[in-house]
Every structure is written in C-alpha cells, then in structure tokens.
C-alpha cells in the first residue's frame, strides 16, 4: 500500500492498485505526477519498502507503453511524461485529483519533499568552468 492510513484511504489505495494493476505502479505514477520526473533509486527511498529494481521495473513498463520517456543525466536514467501521448494529459488530471484528496499527513510524508539546495561550498557547474576575465 502507498500508505498505512486508516479508513477510505486504505480502500482508495486498493482501488487504485486494482486500476493500475500493483501497488508499485501506483506508487511510480504518483511520484511522478507529483514531481514531474523521476529515478528509480529516488521512488524506492521515497516509499521505503520498495526495491529500486521494483520501481526500475515499473518504470521501464510505463515507457514501453510509451507513457513516459527517459534519458540519462550524468549515470541516471530519469524518467518524465510524454507529453505526445494523448493519454497521458488525462490520466495526469486522474492521478491529481488522487493526490489533492489525500490527507495532509501522507502528503507531507510522500509527496512533499524537501528538494535540498546545493551543499554549501561544492563547486557549481559555472564555478568549474574556467574564467576567460584574465585574457
């Protein structure tokens, strides 16, 4: 289950699981829906009792189906829409009313985190660039 809720939520998430096929593929188009892209290893600590082979899997599916698209930064495969696909615009409205009906606290606790600045003192990209100012 997405969440270990009480009550409606509890059954919504079953719903969900049913229309989606698993748990884990709803979990995936959440966070997705959620933050607009996504890493394996990122769904799996998000959930935490998800392997990052789990939501690799679920994300390859969704691309075959041609949902999402990938392309790799640095050694990362992420994943986002595909915004060709005309079924992708309502299923995201789908997936939002879903997210905007969960309680505050498994928003907080899922879809609400942090995005952390860059650690202090680590060189920035234009940075590490050399300056051409001494020519």
């Not at 969900?16 to 996504?38: M, P």
């Not at 005309?86 to 899922?110: G, H, K, M, N, W």
């Not at 990209?125 to 100012?133: A, E, F, K, L, Q």
């Amino acid at each position: 289950m997405i969440v270990e809720a009480l009550g409606k939520e509890n059954m919504r998430n079953l719903t969900l699981d049913a229309v989606f096929g698993n748990t884990s593929a709803t979990r995936v188009l959440l966070f997705l829906q959620n933050y607009g892209e996504a890493y394996a290893s990122r769904v799996a600590r998000t959930y935490g009792d998800m392997a990052v082979s789990r939501a690799k899997e679920q994300l390859d599916k969704l691309e075959v189906a041609g949902l999402i698209v990938s392309r790799m930064i640095g050694r990362s495969r992420v994943y986002e829409w595909n915004q060709r696909n005309p079924t992708v615009a309502p299923l995201r409205d789908f997936l939002q009313s879903i997210l905007d009906s969960l309680s505050p606290e498994i928003q907080r606790c899922y879809f609400r985190q942090r995005q952390r600045p860059r650690r202090q003192g680590k060189d920035s990209v234009m940075r590490s660039i050399p300056s051409h100012d001494h020519l």
